[in-house]
């Protein structure tokens, strides 16, 4: 029985009290603009290092930049959660601007020190690195070398980075204000709802088939009437980013989301192809799903609906207690860190109007939190996102004796803590069910993730890879949008939809946001790399912890493929590694199969 109440609503007062007319954040923000321009004042006095006699003054720098970045983020992640708790919060959205400015005046502040130390010369790096004071920035310092060889010059870039405030990150913020407007009419058991995007979105789960046709139909009907808005949004924010890169003559769109990532494409290709190889049981899985729903094909909209009436569900107190159950078999630290982001109010979990559909864990790097934003209804599925953000939270925890610098983790590892956690709920709860029925209701919702991660997301890269190939000869007309996604989606599903979702690239915030390109395959990566990371912890028992908060410290300075080689001993770049992981996924669906 539980016997703690955990509040639904974060607390963000601990922060900066008052809202987003906190006094304090404003005098926080004036600090953090002061800080900038005294930095900018002091940048044209910076040298390219001649000896390494300068470690100790780069050390200086690098600890001013970690003061100046820490608290930027501190206020920018706080009026992040702001505007996700409440869309309407006006001030907030102007406060969201000034911060954009200053992290782009930052911006130019570190692509200036990456400028000036790559020109040193190679044996005086080498004895930099080699330095008592630079020697564990090693990994970054050179990512930084070679990140600034590929760029333009200081002048270029800085005016680049300045243009982007109104442009590219306006876009983006653009796309944020239009979904927040948008409220869809869904007929619920006979009652005229008026939802969010999200409130909307999450009647997907929902065991009647006529409120789930309800909100695909609405769904679509309210982005058909929205397209041109959506496509002129994402055909500049391409845009933007094509004109950047045909500057720098890079001639691939991967080549930036594969360096952010700390990936090889050797890597990327062979997941998509063992991906590719091994989607027969999944689409097995969607017709034998059409067929327990009455229908010969799977169609979009019953994707997440449960099937029979054995779907567990649980509510907000039960879902954390279970979670907390779980990650105590995994190990100590986990769970006390999960409980005390529980007990002290770090998750927003309330189902409400006005909140920004999705989840989010953001970090706080000042106060050494996180918070975790979310819309609990009582799923299973929601149990399992709840668990996927807090996994992104222990990773941060798991870093907190590390230096800034070497904090900097790619989205492909971000993800992996993040599945980790949510594979350890999803399997206690497959070996927990105490009938058939709820046992292959809780291992569809283990495939559920599968079929997401292989193929729904197979869709948004196919798509995002074909639109912005077909973006640099012009702009992409909405209808061209439409199409590029139903015929990435109908590839990605290997045949198995009735029917597509065409405007899902107007409703996916991914493919706006202007921080990460390509907010897609890491996800499928850390996916798979988690699950090898899972089996050792299922080998080894709750000894493994240890190991597992190693390998999360090393995500930040090294590449994937050394990661693997590391912690793994695995290389990742042949597709066998892959396929070990798609076989697992594989066993579940053949274990699903057997019980309906």
Known sequence: MTTTTYPLVWDLETFFPGGSDSPQLAAHLDQVEEKIASFEADLPHLQTPQSASVAGEMLAVIERLKDVATNLSEAGATIGCFLAQDTTDKKAALLQGRTSSLGARLGTILMTIQQKWSQTDADVWQQLLASSELQEFEFILNEWKEKAAKKLSQEEEALITSLGVDGYQGWGQLYDLLIADMKVEVNVEGEIKKLSIGQASNL??????????????????????????????????????????????????????????????????????????????????????????GTEKIHWHDMDAPIGES????????????????????????????????????????????????????????????????????????????????????????????????RQYAMGVAETASTFAEMIVADAAVAE??????????????????????????????????????????????????????????????????????????????????????????????????????????????????????????????SVEDLAKKHLNEDITKKDFWAKGIALCHKDVEEFLSLV
């Not at 952010?260 to 890597?267: A, E, H, L, Q």
């Not at 290997?494 to 597509?500: H, R, V």
């Open 433 to 558: 069910a105490t009938s058939k029925e709820e046992k292959a209701a809780l291992l569809e919702d283990k495939i559920q993730r599968s079929v997401a991660f292989f193929m729904n997301i197979h869709a948004r890269f196919l798509f995002e890879t074909r639109f912005y190939e077909e973006r640099k000869k012009g702009v992409v007309s909405s209808t061209r949008l439409n199409e590029l996604m139903a015929e990435a989606q109908e590839e990605a599903y290997a045949g198995a939809l009735a029917d597509t979702h065409p405007h899902f690239w107007a409703s996916k915030l991914h493919f706006y946001i202007t921080g990460v390109p390509f907010y897609n395959f890491p996800y499928t990566f850390g996916y798979l790399f988690s699950l090898s990371i899972y089996a050792k912890a299922k080998e080894e028992g709750s000894a493994f912890e240890d190991k597992y908060i190693a390998l999360l410290r090393d995500t930040a300075v090294m």
């Open 204 to 293: 997907y789960s929902h065991p009647k088939a006529e409120v789930r046709k309800a909100v695909k139909d609405a769904l679509e009907a309210a982005f058909t009437e929205k397209e041109e808005f959506f496509a002129k949004t994402l055909n500049h924010l391409a845009g933007f980013r094509l004109a950047v890169y045909k500057k720098r003559r890079w001639d691939h769109v991967l080549e930036e989301p594969l360096a952010i990532n700390r990936m090889s494409k050797d890597t990327l290709d062979a997941m998509w192809g063992a991906i590719s190889d091994g989607k027969a049981p999944f689409v097995n899985y969607l017709t034998k799903k059409a067929e327990i729903l």
């Open 311 to 406: 779907a567990k569900t649980m509510d907000y107190q039960q879902g954390a207690e279970f979670i907390l159950k779980h990650f105590k078999a995994f190990g100590p630290e986990l769970e006390s860190f999960s409980r005390r982001a529980f007990e002290n109010g770090w998750i927003e979990a309330e189902d409400r109007d006005n909140k920004r559909p999705g989840g989010f864990c953001t970090g706080m790097p000042v106060s050494q939190e996180s918070r975790i934003f979310m819309t609990y209804s009582g799923s299973m599925s929601n149990v399992s996102t709840l668990a996927h953000e807090l996994g992104h939270a222990f990773h941060s925890y798991a870093l907190k004796p590390v230096h800034w610098l070497n």
